[in-house]
């Protein structure tokens, strides 16, 4: 089955502790994206990928790092976290052909306290 | 800076009726469109795309776009309580891989 997945689902953290959001995806699509999605602003894009170890910053990028080594994954890292990055982050697929739309994981919902 | 903009709603219709969600965009070198629904907590799925103007079809779902005016808007017609979502509408420019996502509708069906 086509599909992009996240881990963890949910997790509750504390400020400062450094932790890894992973994204996969099986469908070989060259584009990959991390979103945050917070009440009344919609989705923002954190930190977008078109290939292998190409990647570059979205509208938020702040407190986040992203790493593409492998096509399939995306992971993203939060090394110090804070409070302000509680949300609910989606990751993204596509191809790159221009018209493709994007494929969404299930979403994490992170707390920091 | 290339902006979509949604009514953020909350729409409320009754079931049965037609829903009619709009979205404007800013970048005349838009190209693709898409309506993505999303249930609370729950990743966007996507229900429509369309890419030339008029009105494309699918079962209860009618995406209409205007590129002159710079909108595209999605008709749900027979409006079911099950289709009570927020709707996303993103925009894709020529060249671009990136899309713009409005802040979504918020939408009602009420029986």
């Known amino acids: 089955e086509a599909q992009v997945t996240q881990n963890p689902r949910y997790l509750i953290t504390v400020t400062g502790k450094k932790l890894t959001v992973t994204c996969s995806q099986n469908m070989n699509h060259e584009y990959m994206s991390w979103y945050r999605q917070d009440p009344g602003l919609g989705l923002r894009q954190i930190y977008y990928?078109?290939?292998?170890?190409?990647?570059d910053k979205g509208d938020v990028p702040e407190g986040y790092k992203v790493s593409r080594k492998e096509k399939r994954n995306f992971p993203l890292i939060l090394e110090s976290p804070s409070p302000n990055q509680t949300s609910l982050y989606f990751c993204?697929?596509?191809?790159?052909?221009?018209?493709?739309?994007?494929?969404f994981g299930p979403g994490t919902r992170l707390l920091v306290l | 800076q290339k902006e979509v903009e949604q009514n953020s709603g909350p729409l409320s219709v009754p079931e049965g009726a037609i829903a009619s969600l709009n979205c404007t965009y800013s970048d005349r070198g838009s190209q693709s469109f898409f309506w993505y629904r999303q249930y609370s907590g729950k990743s966007p799925e996507l229900i429509m795309s369309i890419y030339s103007n008029g009105d494309k079809e699918d079962g209860r779902f009618t995406a209409q776009l205007n590129k002159a005016s710079q909108y595209v808007s999605l008709l749900i017609r027979d409006s079911q309580p099950s289709d009570s979502a927020t709707y996303l509408c993103a925009v894709k420019s020529g060249g671009s891989y990136i899309p713009t996502f409005g802040r979504g509708t918020s939408l009602i069906v009420h029986p």
């Open positions: 993204a697929s596509s191809l790159i052909t221009g018209v493709e739309t994007q494929y």
């Open positions: 990928s078109m290939n292998v170890e190409v990647t």
